[in-house]
């Protein structure tokens, strides 16, 4: 069992930054790649970043790459989330997810969130113009 508890969340105006972060606890946090999803209102639940077990590769959602940094602490057990540019249709909650990654997919990074096998409850961000 993986226990996620995002932070960071909160009111920014368009043109801002905010740094999300995500605590995790209960498993070895190194055996997991990680990722970053979001829930506008009215929306479905979308990709927004990933990286691997060991950072050594990420991915990003067309809407944030250049804009938004993913990162992670294996030693803190916790990832991160620098979003700067912020745009109102960035607003959603962000929700961190961990995906176990076996020593033979170290390297595997994936955008799908059934891949997914815990799931924070969320941080809330709202962008005004």
């Known amino acids: 069992q993986v226990q996620l508890v995002e932070s960071g969340g909160g009111l920014v105006q368009a043109g801002g930054s905010l740094r999300l972060s995500c605590a995790a606890s209960g498993r070895t946090f190194s055996n997991y790649a990680m990722g970053w999803f979001r829930q506008a209102p009215g929306r479905e639940r979308e990709f927004v970043a990933a990286i691997s077990r060991s950072s050594s590769r990420t991915r990003y959602a067309d809407s944030v790459k250049g804009r938004f940094t993913i990162s992670r602490d294996n030693a803190k057990n916790t990832v991160y989330l620098q979003m700067n540019d912020l745009k109102p249709e960035d607003t959603a909650v962000y929700y961190c997810?961990?995906?176990?990654?076996?020593?033979?997919?170290?390297?595997?990074?994936?955008?799908?969130?059934?891949?997914?096998?815990?799931w924070g409850q969320g941080t809330q961000v709202a962008v005004s113009s």
């Open positions: 997810a961990a995906d176990y990654r076996s020593e033979s997919s170290v390297d595997v990074v994936t955008s799908t969130p059934r891949s997914y096998d815990y």
